[in-house]
């Protein structure tokens, strides 16, 4: 147990490891990782590990675009493991009015740079037979997505960032931020304090339950995301490009010689962290197979394998929603020494690398590198936010991930 840092990172997920990386590689701050658990064991390695790089704003194509060099670049700049597969996807509009939305997608996507253009059905199937033309409107394809073993991601930047001088530290929940005249002083842990006059609340699902422990509120709810991964699948070949059906909200994509899905269901559950034990395990939270069985019917037509495909794995995490659907990045508003890395709004994992670097700059330098201001706590004002009205526009953020009106 250590008595000081200069940084305290709480939570050892994908944000907070890859922000004590950037940390501890950037500077010769004192970082400290603090884990209740095992290290990025809870919401992060049982993400579906898709790189989507056609995000809804220049910002974050931006960072994901970042994001996505050095997760190709992870191995040979970190030193650790990541396997990841460059198969592009196939956004698919079976509505007249969300082929609306993808030449909307061109459009941005172009601007950027990104190999993205529109393909016929017959096209679409050719790239991944397991793809059906029926009933499809339009189908765009992005060259530039990917997708990787999410398992391997929080762990690898936990070890490299003790390979760089960081202290881990699993198995110790922060209980409380010590904060004195508006400004960190450190926290109380399970196994005592530490000193520190900056501390970052990367705590994922429990975010909000650690900053209001100490009286800082935070705009962002905790919701299930669960998916299925199949029994190897003929011709299931890792090349092929994802799929993902934007009305449905469901997703595929190759895994281990079968295939990998989820949803993003029309009524999300939202959850209280402090209704469960102070020692729950994300590995113990109850699934509902049901739901993905319900959206596998919806899109038989397209994707018929889904409900034939015999499933090897069904697992899911906690992450966090926030109402306008982007993250929460940067200082708090209130006390010095704060910052929050959450609201990952399902798509933390992939662009963890890209915002772990620019966080760990703002916290560095005093100034974010590029503007952050859509990415701040400080765009919902000064609150309070009832939770009804946060729940009713997460839920719909949610169930809208990929644009369909
Ligand atoms: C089924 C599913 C599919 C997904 N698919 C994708 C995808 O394709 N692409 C993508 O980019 N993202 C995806 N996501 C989202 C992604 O998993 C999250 O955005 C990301 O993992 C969030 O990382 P995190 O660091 O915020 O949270 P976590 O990985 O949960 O890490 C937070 C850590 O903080 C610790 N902690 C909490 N409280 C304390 C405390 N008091 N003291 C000390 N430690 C504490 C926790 O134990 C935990 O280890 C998916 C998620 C799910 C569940």
């Known amino acids: 147990m250590i008595e000081s840092a200069d940084v305290i990172v709480i939570g050892s997920g994908g944000l907070g490891a890859a922000t004590a990386y950037y940390l501890a590689t950037r500077s010769t701050r004192r970082v400290a990782i603090l884990e209740r658990l095992e290290i990025g064991s809870q919401t992060s390695p049982r993400a579906a590990g898709m790189v989507s790089c056609l995000r809804k704003s220049d910002l974050m194509i931006s960072l994901i675009k970042m994001a996505a060099t050095r997760i190709k670049q992870f191995s040979a700049d970190i030193g650790q493991p990541l396997d990841w597969v460059q198969s592009g996807s196939l956004k698919v509009a079976r509505r007249v009015v969300d082929a609306e939305v993808i030449q909307d997608d061109l459009l941005r996507g172009r601007s950027h740079g990104l190999d993205v253009e529109e393909i016929s059905p017959d096209a679409a199937h050719r790239l991944n037979p397991f793809l059906q033309t029926t009933g499809l409107a339009t189908v765009m394809r992005i060259g530039d997505d990917m997708y990787f073993n999410p398992a391997q991601l929080a762990v690898g930047f936990a070890r490299a960032a003790q390979g760089n001088g960081a202290v881990l530290l699993p198995n110790t929940a922060v209980t409380r931020i010590l904060i004195a005249d508006g400004e960190v002083m450190g926290v109380e842990t399970t196994r005592g304090r530490i000193d ?32 299925f991964v199949t029994e190897p699948v003929p011709d299931a070949r890792a090349e092929l490009p994802m799929v993902r059906i934007m009305d449905a909200a469901v997703y595929m994509r190759p895994c281990e010689g079968g295939f990998l899905w989820g949803v993003y269901e029309e009524s999300p559950r939202f959850f209280d962290m402090n209704d469960f034990d102070a020692n729950f395990d994300i590995k113990d939270l109850p699934l509902d197979a049901e739901v993905l069985w319900r959206y596998a019917r919806d899109v038989e037509a397209q994707l018929p394998v889904l409900l034939k495909a015999a ?82 526009k997460a839920a719909w953020q949610y169930r809208h991930f990929y644009g369909a009106r």
Request: charge should be negative; hydrophobic fraction near 45%; aromatic fraction near 6%.
């Open 311 to 392: 499933v090897r794995e069904h697992r899911g995490g906690l992450p966090t929603m926030t109402a306008d659907g982007q993250h929460i990045i940067g200082p708090a508003r209130t006390i010095r020494g704060f910052y929050f890395a959450s609201g990952c709004n399902v798509a933390g994992l992939s662009i963890a690398p890209a915002l772990g670097d620019v966080l760990a700059a703002w916290i560095v330098d005093g100034v974010p590198p590029i503007d952050l201001a859509p990415l701040s706590v400080d765009r919902f004002g000064a609150g309070p936010w009832p939770d009804d009205e946060l729940i009713t």
């Open 196 to 227: 520190a006059p900056i501390v970052v609340d990367a705590a994922g699902a429990w975010t909000r339950q650690v900053a209001e422990a100490s009286g800082i509120q935070v705009p962002l709810v905790t919701t299930a995301q669960q998916l």
